[in-house]
């Protein structure tokens, strides 16, 4: 097993976790591809793309030139989807790492440090939802470099968040994964939390029929309130 030390963030990190998320969020894309492919509603749709084409053409030619150019299409979509989540977050928390994360009672970013090198990160704030910022923490921004998985960082930098939230007395961590992430919900399961909803976040998002997970995890024993 490799050797690595998880640490709180530094400033001298902005550059590596940036681009350790932005890098982990685009390895999704080729996933989040055939996932689209794979859907029946989709396939239907090529088909009749297809024979419609075919039709009004003549040329069996035509239809699959119709259906590539789809093909090339539902990618440009799929990879403008997962670019957009990238700038909008460099754009706003991973803009100020710091001031986002390290400046709460309830808010942390930590970083998993190899070699002298960032090569995980994870962090956890207060949830959007105001029913869950009584009684939970969010788990956010958790990426490993490629790598480096397989050496049980991941899970590592998972089980700080659930002790961080459980020593502040919140009585559960939630979190959300999408729906090409598998590997991520395998870790998320092993690690306690249970699926407990989905969603599509935009209308391209539902017609790219891709969903959001949403995880929860409930911490044992009993727990006192935050304090505000």
Do not use: N
């Not at 492919?37 to 009004?56: D, K």
């Not at 977050?89 to 002298?116: I, K």
């Not at 009584?134 to 470099?145: C, D, G, H, I």
């Amino acid at each position: 097993m490799a050797s690595y030390r998880i640490r709180q963030y530094q400033d001298k990190d902005f550059d590596a976790v940036r681009t350790l998320f932005a890098r982990g969020m685009l390895e999704h894309s080729p996933a989040g591809y055939r996932h689209v492919l794979r859907s029946a509603r989709v396939q239907l749709q090529l088909l009749v793309l297809f024979v419609l084409v075919r039709a009004a053409g003549g040329f069996w030619l035509l239809g699959l030139g119709a259906v590539a150019l789809a093909l090339v299409a539902i990618w440009l979509l799929v990879h403008s989807y997962s670019t957009a989540y990238v700038r909008q977050a460099l754009g706003t928390d991973m803009a100020d790492v710091r001031g986002t994360y390290l400046r709460s009672p309830h808010s942390c970013f930590w970083v998993a440090e190899a070699g002298g090198a960032v090569v995980g990160m994870v962090a956890v704030e207060p949830p959007q939802d105001p029913a869950e910022r009584a009684v939970a923490l969010e788990l956010k921004r958790l990426s490993v470099s490629r790598e480096h998985r397989g050496c049980g960082i991941a899970a590592a930098l998972c089980a700080e968040v659930l002790r961080f939230a459980r020593t502040r007395g919140f009585g559960a961590v939630v979190l959300s994964t999408s729906v090409v992430q598998v590997p991520a919900q395998r870790l998320y399961e092993s690690q306690g939390f249970r699926r407990v909803g989905a969603t599509s976040p935009s209308l391209l998002a539902f017609l790219l029929c891709f969903q959001v997970f949403r995880y929860r995890c409930d911490l044992p024993g009993p727990t006192a309130a935050p304090p505000r």
